[in-house]
Antibody, heavy 123, light 107 residues
Framework: QVQLVQSGAEVKKPGASVKVSCKVSGYTLTELSMHWVRQAPGKGPEWMGGFDPEDGETIYAQKFQGRVTMTEDTSTDTAYMELSSLRSEDTAVYYC????????????????WGQGTLVTVSS | DIQLTQSPSFLSASVGDRVTITCRASQGIRSYLAWYQQKPGKAPKLLIYAASTLQSGVPSRFSGSGSGTEFTLTISSLQPEDFATYYCQQLNSYPLTFGGGTKVEIK
């Protein structure tokens, strides 16, 4: 049974940082390409960045460059997404997800989403 | 960035209706398109990938077609559990992008 289990909801003040975790079970992190997607209230999903296995590097959406850092701890199969300089517009549900950028990975049954983590930014 | 435009943004339909949702890409994306269903408070669920391949476990009333810049998701006979919001997503190139969504509600 493959699962992506995310950390709990966070409330942050403007200017602070938040770090969301995503624990993988059923696969090792090295077998997956992890991505992060956020969804503001009432809006559609927005891709923030993820691992490109062809380049072996993490790619960030231009919008978040300089503010987001995605890391992985392969010893615990846990991925992390840290977003800094938070503002009210960053209030959203943040998801980790695998297989988003690869038909091959989806064919290999490696397409999964975490349950989401609500991050609220409010003074 | 590749823009995905979904239409309609809102759709009112009855159980048993045939429903079609369109997704247009701002430039060609070959067949690198996925369709998702999302219900309130839940993560998106993959329905279709590679434009027309049904994800394992998804009912056969869902189908996808298209390539290049125009794609469709069809639900052949709408069921009560299908009332949700649907999104397309392109994986042709980075940044990955999603359509604006189509909310399917009960008439």
């Amino acid at each position: 049974q493959v699962q992506l289990v995310q950390s709990g909801a966070e409330v942050k003040k403007p200017g602070a940082s938040v770090k969301v975790s995503c624990k993988v079970s059923g696969y090792t992190l090295t077998e997956l390409s992890m991505h992060w997607v956020r969804q503001a209230p009432g809006k559609g999903p927005e891709w923030m960045g993820g691992f490109d296995p062809e380049d072996g590097e993490t790619i960030y959406a231009q919008k978040f460059q300089g503010r987001v850092t995605m890391t992985e701890d392969t010893s615990t199969d846990t991925a992390y997404m840290e977003l800094s300089s938070l503002r009210s517009e960053d209030t959203a549900v943040y998801y980790c997800a695998t297989g988003l950028a690869s038909v091959v990975e989806t064919t290999q049954r490696k397409h999964y989403w975490g349950q989401g983590t609500l991050v609220t930014v409010s003074s | 960035d590749i823009q995905l435009t979904q239409s309609p943004s809102f759709l009112s339909a009855s159980v048993g209706d045939r429903v079609t949702i369109t997704c247009r890409a701002s430039q060609g994306i070959r067949s690198y398109l996925a369709w998702y269903q999302q219900k309130p408070g839940k993560a998106p669920k993959l329905l279709i990938y590679a434009a027309s391949t049904l994800q394992s476990g998804v009912p056969s009333r869902f189908s996808g077609s298209g390539s290049g810049t125009e794609f469709t998701l069809t639900i052949s006979s709408l069921q009560p559990e299908d009332f949700a919001t649907y999104y397309c997503q392109q994986l042709n190139s980075y940044p990955l992008t999603f359509g604006g969504g189509t909310k399917v509600e009960i008439k």
